[in-house]
T-cell receptor, first 116, second 109 residues
């Protein structure tokens, strides 16, 4: 149980375009989903927390207009990188929780974004 | 603010024991996690400590001292497949996880 999927697993896009990444909880209802970004040789950095049906809470320094997060259902959250630039190239990982507590947080497999 | 420190890299020999330390300063502490992450993959859960003491799970053990803001992950009988990055993460209010920079462990034959 507690499986989280992400789609796509990797994507290459041109600079200036937008990319949408999906995060799905397959066998449980995720009231809270978290989005992380990881640059090479670095650790995971929390970008935002989203609760189903409400606006996402962004961490300091993360542009909410550039990284659009939608959590419209209890099993799906999406992250849209708008007007992508090469510096947005990174590994994006989501995690999901049915209770909102961190010890019940399950990670997706990640999405590798490359912006050319 | 939050600050989590762990060594950047460590090297150990197959069959040996290695201890990876993590020190932290954070508000709203709700527990500490250790994750293993292989390159290009998502982190996988290893352990969770919320009370002081040692938690043992097979070849892996994790220790926490809340008063000292200190934890360690102990890996016994090292195998080549244990070569990975080990992430210390502290829980924060609202269920957020704040990660340390990770320790890259290389296991040599």
């Amino acid at each position: 149980g507690a499986v989280v999927s992400q789609h796509p697993s990797w994507v290459i896009c041109k600079s200036g375009t937008s990319v949408k990444i999906e995060c799905r909880s397959l066998d449980f209802q995720a009231t809270t989903m978290f989005w992380y970004r990881q640059f090479p040789k670095q650790s995971l950095m929390l970008m935002a927390t989203s609760n189903e049906g409400s606006k996402a809470t962004y961490e300091q320094g993360v542009e909410k207009d550039k990284f659009l997060i939608n959590h419209a259902s209890l099993t799906l959250s999406t992250l849209t990188v708008t007007s992508a630039h090469p510096e947005d190239s990174s590994f994006y990982i989501c995690s999901a929780s049915s209770t909102g507590v961190s010890y019940e947080q399950y990670f997706g497999p990640g999405t590798r974004l490359t912006v050319t | 603010g939050q600050n989590i420190d762990q060594p950047t890299e460590m090297t150990a020999t197959e069959g040996a024991i290695v201890q990876i330390n993590c020190t932290y300063q954070t508000s709203g502490f709700n527990g500490l996690f250790w994750y293993q992450q292989h390159a290009g993959e998502a982190p996988t859960f290893l352990s969770y400590n919320v009370l002081d003491g040692l938690e043992e799970k097979g070849r892996f053990s994790s220790f926490l001292s809340r008063s000292k803001g200190y934890s360690y992950l102990l890996l016994k009988e090292l195998q080549m497949k244990d070569s990975a990055s080990y992430l210390c993460a502290v829980t924060h209010q609202g269920g957020k996880l704040i990660f340390g920079q990770g320790t890259e462990l290389s296991v040599k034959p």
